[in-house]
């Protein structure tokens, strides 16, 4: 997807196992831009420094913040409270769903993601 001057959408991607970060950029880069930040205090620090159009969280993330602290601080902060946010994670238990969209996602997917389930839903939200 292209916005009027014919530049792709940006989305930003938080995940640090290498080879989905991989996958997903394979799977959305002939329609989108990706960005990628391996940890959420490195993704955090690229949503205030420039807008995307989507985000891509996962939960279980290395170093003091998880995805849920993620989703909170955007929810909180005024610049970036309406960025759509999709929780793609491997925590797929009965009411995981519900619990990352009460904490303030737009969306949710449980991994593995097949790429036409990823890009129905990242469409959803350009």
Known sequence: MTDKLGEKKK?????????TQLIFKVYLRDKYSVEIAENAEKGLERLKKEPYDVLLLDIH????????????????????????IIVITAYALKGDREKFLKLGADDYLPKPVEKSTLLGVVEKYI
Do not use: Y
């Open 61 to 84: 993330l290395p170093g003091e913040l998880t995805g849920e602290d993620v989703i909170q601080e955007i929810r909180t902060t005024p610049k970036l409270e309406k960025i759509p």
């Open 11 to 19: 989305l930003l991607l938080i995940e640090d196992n290498i080879e």
